[in-house]
Structures are given as structure tokens and as C-alpha cells.
């Protein structure tokens, strides 16, 4: 059984019901048919039958409970749920309440679906969340941020994506599956952060991907080999990353800075850092920042034919997860199975 049906067999056990908050689009729609038909999660699509047959003809919605925030019983609970919620919070273009009243409150909601569906699942309606097929990262985010919040004793979200080797496998990861990180939230991380994102992402790999992680801290740099430290200071602080890293998970099998191929292939990290337990056998690769990150992955997507699931959040206090843009149907189900392993 190739991974992503291991996904799916382990999310039906789990049987979640999972919020879906783009009913207007296309992949989305025919996911939710996808998803209810096999069984993989409840689903709550949120958008009503006339414009989920426009953006999908022909579909199936039985089975699929829609959730239309104009016409909703639910919508005064939720918009008291915000209110409350983000009540003494001051909107910093306006310098007033971002909510004076729960009419306010009602009135954004009915205009910002991904905020009504991180409602559903704040209000314990639903186990978890999905967004970003038509929306940013940042619009599907912000809602997670405002009114879901941080885990108990988590201070970075963060995200990863769990890429799956094609068919032909890879000779470098042998397991076929990969974690990447973060390509998607933090966009100059700091040492702290870096190290944060790191055993999160660890985390994730051992619960969802079910691989043992291995984890690479990326760099330009491989023990020192280059330094950056006049100009940008980026070589510096991931070995620091590393160090608290370490501190912070002293058993796990994580190690930097690396080159990407000391990193991944053995004879290469048996030059560039003898001894390392983790050069040349790396699962988990963190890097840098976002521009590495978001570049590497869409390589390792489009040129090397892996796929890219997620982004996977980490940190937040219910599973809520981003779709890329640029997903497909099965990029969606797959990040709907993994949030209901999340939840």
C-alpha cells in the first residue's frame, strides 16, 4: 500500500469531520465528493448547492453538509463566539475595536468564509480545518492565529510539507517519504525559531509521516565550510539553531549546518562531515528561511515529480491547515487525512 492510501486507511479509522471553506471552487468540491465517498472524513463544506454545482457540475453532494453562513442556524452563535473571542482587540489601521459589537462581528463572518470555518472549529463543530485552495497563506492563517491560537507551551507556528516520492522511488530516502520546512509561515525565522520549527517538525514526521526523522539544520554551509558572517549572519545562526535544537530534544537525530547533498547523500556527508550520524541520511530537512524553503519544494514537486502534501501546520491549538494554490484534488484529500490525524 503506497503511502498516501496508508494516509486515508488510518484517517478513516479516526473518523473526524473535517471544515472545508471554498465551496466556490472546483477541486474542492469534487474533493469533498472524494472524501465522503471513500469514507476518509466527515466533511462540512461550507457554500451552498447552487454554487457548488456551478463550480462542479455533475458532482455528488450527498453525503457532504453544507454550511451557507447567509442562512445558517449557527451564525449568531458564531459571531458571538468571535466577539467574544476578540473582544478589547484593536484593529491598528483604524485605531478602534476590531469588533465593536456582535452585529460587527455577524457582519465580517458573512464576508470572510475562512474565518466563519475557523469558528466551526473553535466552537468544537467540527476536529479540523482546511483552507487555501483560492485563498493566501496569510488569509487562511489569520484566522488560526486570531481566534483557534497556540498550543499550551508553543510560542512558533510553523508549517512542513510531507513530499512522497513518485513511483520510481528515490535512492537518496528510502522510506519514499520526506518532510520539508518551513516553507510557508516564517519567513526570516531566528535561531529560537528555527530550532522550534525543527522539533515540530520532527514531531510531525514521527506521527503522521510515520518515519523515524532524521534532521539536517540547511545551510550554503556544511560545519563551517562557508560563512556569511560580515554581510547576513544566516551561517551563524543555524549552528546556533542546531545547539538549541539539541537542548531542546536531546534524543533526537538532528544535526547542521549542511549543504543540501551532505545532507542527503551518504558519500558526500561521509567528506563533508565525518562522524555525523545524521549526514548523508537526512528525512527532515529544515531550512533557512522561506525562500529556500518554498523554492526547494516546488523543484522537488514540479522537476522531481514528488508530492507535495500540505502545507502541514504545527503549534495551533486544533489541526488547521493550508492548501498551496496550485493544488489538485488528490493534493486536497490527502491534507484533509492528515488533519484528521491531527485532531
Known amino acids: 500500500m503506497d503511502f498516501v492510501s496508508q494516509l486515508k486507511e488510518k484517517a478513516k479509522l479516526a473518523g473526524k469531520k473535517i471544515v472545508l471553506c471554498e465551496g466556490e471552487d472546483k477541486r474542492v468540491v469534487e474533493a469533498a465528493a472524494k472524501i465522503v465517498k471513500e469514507g476518509i472524513a466527515k466533511i462540512i463544506l461550507i457554500g451552498n448547492a447552487e454554487e457548488c454545482a456551478k463550480a462542479a457540475p455533475g458532482v455528488d ?5 453544507l454550511v451557507d453562513p447567509t442562512t445558517s442556524p449557527d451564525t449568531d452563535k458564531y459571531a458571538e463566539l468571535l466577539f467574544k473571542t476578540r473582544e478589547g482587540k484593536i484593529n491598528k489601521k483604524t485605531g478602534q475595536a476590531e469588533y465593536p459589537t456582535v452585529q460587527d462581528a455577524k457582519n465580517y463572518i458573512l464576508k470572510d468564509r475562512t474565518m466563519f470555518g475557523a469558528l466551526i472549529l473553535k466552537a468544537g463543530d467540527a476536529d479540523g480545518f482546511v483552507s487555501g485552495a483560492c485563498h493566501s497563506t496569510a488569509n487562511t492563517l489569520r484566522p488560526g492565529l486570531q481566534v483557534i491560537k497556540t498550543a499550551p507551551g508553543i510560542k512558533t507556528v510553523s508549517s512542513s510539507f510531507i513530499m512522497v516520492a513518485p513511483e520510481c522511488g528515490n535512492k537518496y530516502i528510502k522510506e519514499g517519504v520526506a518532510l520539508l520546512a518551513d516553507c510557508a509561515i516564517n519567513i526570516e525565522p531566528s535561531s529560537e525559531e528555527l530550532a ?3 522539533v515540530a517538525t520532527a514531531d510531525t514526521a514521527k506521527k503522521i509521516a ?15 565550510s562557508g560563512n556569511d558572517d560580515k554581510f547576513f549572519k544566516s551561517v551563524p545562526k543555524v549552528q ?10 536531546p ?5 547542521g549546518e549542511f549543504q543540501f547533498d551532505a545532507a542527503v547523500a551518504p558519500e558526500v556527508g561521509e567528506l563533508k562531515a565525518p562522524g555525523s550520524k545524521v549526514a548523508g541520511h537526512a528525512n527532515v530537512f529544515v531550512f533557512p528561511n522561506i525562500n529556500a524553503g518554498n523554492i526547494g519544494y516546488k523543484i522537488a514537486q514540479r522537476m522531481g515529480g514528488w508530492m507535495a502534501i500540505g502545507p502541514v501546520c504545527q503549534g495551533f ?20 487525512a492528515v488533519t484528521a490525524l491531527q485532531a
Open 251 to 255: 534524543d533526537l537525530a538532528l544535526d
Open 210 to 224: 510515520g518515519i523515524e526523522p532524521r534532521v539536517a539544520m540547511l545551510s550554503f554551509s556544511t560545519k563551517g
Open 196 to 198: 522550534d520549527i525543527a
Open 240 to 249: 546556533e539553531a542546531v545547539k538549541l535544537a539539541q537542548e531542546k530534544a
Open 61 to 65: 453532494l450527498s453525503g457532504i453538509e
Open 317 to 336: 491549538a486544533k489541526p488547521l491547515n493550508d492548501l498551496s494554490r496550485g493544488c489538485n484534488v488528490d493534493d486536497i484529500v490527502a491534507t484533509v
